[in-house]
């Protein structure tokens, strides 16, 4: 199983993050504006505690069950997929080849030299590459990504699919899957991103992910350990509610007065430091020194308010994200659901898109 796989039939995105599993599908249409996607189908389900550690799969069967039921949610009859492993499981190193090597060649030789990038022994690893394009230091020269992942991350997401009667076509990178859903943002974008430095915070339950693109492409990418789940668990202790009763409350209101000033407040600060904490480690790491927009991502964006907040403490212009804004909807979703979860379908939509590269 590659990292990295050719021309599939149509596949589920699927996103298996910490706290759920996102299911996405999607279609393609060419017409005279030409080609447009359609949103087929799509579920969020929530995993049981400790299923997942950090974005590790710990327990095969909770996942594998919880996909089952993501599926039947969906109402869905597609049985291939593409999943994700984050950027903290993967090494990846971009290498100049001669252009004049064909794939098997390239291939022999990635795997002569890959232990030189690798720290851990060959066969405890899933290797992959693809060629990314010339080569600025020669024309002569192709340059090709180098991709790997410990085994046991690949091989948990293939046999967790395996227990819901999915076939895995597709084991992807987080960060990859972020870059092709942005393609479905940058028409939103100042000159279509071109030349722009763009920060994606995607902010989860427990992790935060800062993705920053230069002219559309990743060029960074960092994790931290910071999520909804302070807010969640706050919620729980201020007011004595379960996980269950302070999540559904978190969603859907109902909170004592002093909530808002207290609680989320609190945590809207916080979520801007993480922010502006994650930005300034891009600008440490990079010779870049500004950002020119701010895409807020993952299920915190749909805090209230939280892109005004961030836009005028940060002075840098911010939006939420929403990769499923210029698609059509089929008759199996239901339109407003899907735009409540749309900021957290980022790397859904962007495995889902895998079907038509």
Same mark, same amino acid.
């Given at each position: ?9 149509v ?7 910490s706290t759920?599993?996102?299911l996405?599908?999607?279609?393609q ?5 030409g080609?447009?996607?359609?949103v087929?189908?799509?579920a ?5 505690p ?15 069950d919880?996909?089952?039921?993501t ?9 291939h997929a593409?999943v994700a ?6 090494i990846t190193k971009v290498?100049s080849?001669p252009a004049?090597m ?7 030789q ?5 232990d030189?990038?690798i ?7 899933n290797?992959?590459f693809?060629?990314?394009g ?16 410990r085994?046991?991350n690949v091989?948990?997401?293939?046999e967790?699919?395996e ?11 987080e960060?990859y ?6 393609g479905?943002?940058?028409? &939103?974008w ?12 995607d ?20 994790e ?5 789940r302070?807010l ?9 509610l379960?996980?269950e009763?302070?999540g559904m ?9 002093n909530?808002?000033?207290e609680v989320?407040d609190?945590?809207?600060e916080?979520?801007? &430091?993480?922010?502006?904490r994650?930005?300034?480690?891009f600008?440490?790491?990079?010779s ?11 299920g915190?964006?749909s ?7 961030v ?10 994200a929403?990769?499923l ?7 199996r979703?239901k339109?407003q ?12 939509c962007?495995?889902?898109l895998?079907s038509?590269d």
């Open positions: 199983m590659g990292l990295f796989s050719r021309k599939k039939p596949m589920l995105g699927l996103d298996i993050s759920a599993v996102k996405l599908e999607l279609s249409h060419s017409g005279r504006g080609v447009r996607y359609r087929e189908s799509y969020v389900e929530p995993l049981p400790n299923a997942m550690v950090e974005k590790n799969i710990a327990d095969v069967e909770a996942v594998g919880t996909i089952a039921k599926v039947r949610r969906a109402g869905t009859r597609t049985k593409a492993v984050s950027g903290s499981a993967v290498l080849m004049s064909s794939e098997r060649e390239m291939e022999a990635i795997e002569l030299e890959a030189q990038y720290p851990y022994p060959l066969e405890e690893v290797l992959d693809q060629i990314i010339p080569s600025e230091k020669s024309p002569e020269m192709v340059d090709v990504l180098l991709a790997a992942s085994s046991e091989e948990a997401r293939v967790a699919l227990l819901a009667g999915l076939i895995c076509e597709v084991v992807d990178v960060a899957a972020m870059e092709r859903a942005c479905q943002l940058a028409e &939103q100042p000159n279509a991103g071109d030349d722009l430095v763009v920060a994606v915070a902010i989860g339950a427990t992790t935060t992910t800062l993705d920053v693109l230069y002219d559309n492409r990743v060029i960074y990418t960092r931290q350990n910071f999520g909804g302070q969640t668990e706050e919620i729980q202790r201020r007011y004595g379960s996980v009763e302070a409350a978190k969603r859907q209101g109902g909170l004592p007065d909530y808002i000033p989320l609190p945590f809207r916080a979520m801007v &430091q993480q922010v502006n994650s930005i300034q480690f600008y440490s790491a990079s870049h020194n500004a950002v020119d927009l701010v895409v807020l991502a993952g915190c964006a805090v209230p308010g939280i892109d005004d907040l836009q005028e403490r940060l002075g840098i212009e911010t939006m939420i929403n990769p804004a210029n698609m059509s909807v089929g008759p979703v339109p659901a899907l735009s409540n979860d749309a900021p957290a379908m980022m790397i859904a962007g495995l889902a895998r038509f």
